[in-house]
């Protein structure tokens, strides 16, 4: 049944409009940051816009998403039924993000809310595919800013940091950069941690950022944490 306000589209029909809203200015920033053909270039205002058209349709979303078409792609994350969508699916999904803008904005938010999610992650990171373990170390990030201190298991997200700090040097620069994020998260978000990701994000020093634009790419994760700890927790995921 279609809701009220809901818009049933065909798959040819939205990659059309995907295809309309690209301009080659975004497509450029997009191949700067990781991504690679095919893809259209559209701003992700355009895409959120067209999500909103859309609302929830996991049919469509399977559809875009095997187009392999960045847009697509991420548009499919937006329109997903994240209560949907099983363990085996988002591990597909996540096999098949080639880039950090579709692990990590498009298949870790949809994990976050999967009842498996803390189990989910922790599988993630221990994969050879650099993004698999990218989208794991997000999903943890995005867990640990949002779940109450005192419903985290504070030994489990220490062994995260710890992890963090074992691995981060020998690991691809998107996975360095995913793993200093989630130190950051915890780092300003769980409390009776900070001064613990302090001490580890002083040892780790700075990672190479994925694009080098400005100071802004240099700082280290000590940089953030003391600039923004302490962080109210964020209410949705």
């Given at each position: 049944m279609v809701r009220k306000n809901e818009v049933t589209m065909e798959l040819h029909e939205v990659l059309v409009q995907l295809e309309e809203a690209g301009?080659?200015?975004?497509?450029?920033?997009?191949?700067?940051?990781?991504?690679?053909?095919?893809?259209?270039g559209v701003?992700?205002?355009?895409?959120?816009?067209?999500?909103?058209?859309?609302k929830t349709d996991q049919c469509l979303a399977d559809e875009l998403y095997d187009t392999g078409i960045l847009d697509a792609m991420m548009l499919a994350g937006m329109i997903a039924d994240s209560g949907k969508m099983s363990v085996d699916q988002l591990g597909r999904w996540v096999e098949k993000a080639y880039c950090a803008m579709v692990s990590e904005r498009c298949v870790a938010p949809l994990a976050a809310q999967n009842p498996q999610r803390f189990e989910i992650a922790a599988n993630w990171i221990e994969s050879p595919h650099e993004q698999t373990a990218c989208a794991g170390f997000t999903v943890y990030g995005m867990l640990y800013s949002h779940i109450p201190d005192d419903r985290l298991d504070l030994d489990q997200v220490k062994s995260v940091v710890d992890t963090i700090e074992r691995r981060i040097q020998s690991e691809p620069t998107y996975?360095?950069?995913?793993?200093?994020?989630?130190?950051?998260?915890?780092?300003?978000?769980?409390?009776?941690?900070?001064?613990?990701?302090?001490?580890?994000?002083?040892?780790?020093?700075?990672?190479?950022?994925?694009?080098?634009?400005?100071s802004c790419n240099i700082q280290s994760a000590t940089d953030y944490i003391v600039r923004y700890a302490p962080r109210t927790k964020v209410k949705s995921l």
């Amino acid at each position: 049944m279609v809701r009220k306000n809901e818009v049933t589209m065909e798959l040819h029909e939205v990659l059309v409009q995907l295809e309309e809203a690209g301009d080659a200015s975004t497509r450029k920033i997009y191949l700067n940051n990781g991504a690679k053909e095919p893809l259209f270039g559209v701003k992700m205002g355009d895409v959120r816009k067209l999500a909103k058209k859309i609302k929830t349709d996991q049919c469509l979303a399977d559809e875009l998403y095997d187009t392999g078409i960045l847009d697509a792609m991420m548009l499919a994350g937006m329109i997903a039924d994240s209560g949907k969508m099983s363990v085996d699916q988002l591990g597909r999904w996540v096999e098949k993000a080639y880039c950090a803008m579709v692990s990590e904005r498009c298949v870790a938010p949809l994990a976050a809310q999967n009842p498996q999610r803390f189990e989910i992650a922790a599988n993630w990171i221990e994969s050879p595919h650099e993004q698999t373990a990218c989208a794991g170390f997000t999903v943890y990030g995005m867990l640990y800013s949002h779940i109450p201190d005192d419903r985290l298991d504070l030994d489990q997200v220490k062994s995260v940091v710890d992890t963090i700090e074992r691995r981060i040097q020998s690991e691809p620069t998107y996975l360095q950069n995913a793993m200093n994020n989630c130190l950051i998260m915890i780092g300003i978000y769980v409390l009776p941690l900070t001064s613990y990701c302090l001490e580890v994000s002083r040892r780790i020093g700075y990672v190479k950022p994925t694009v080098k634009i400005n100071s802004c790419n240099i700082q280290s994760a000590t940089d953030y944490i003391v600039r923004y700890a302490p962080r109210t927790k964020v209410k949705s995921l």
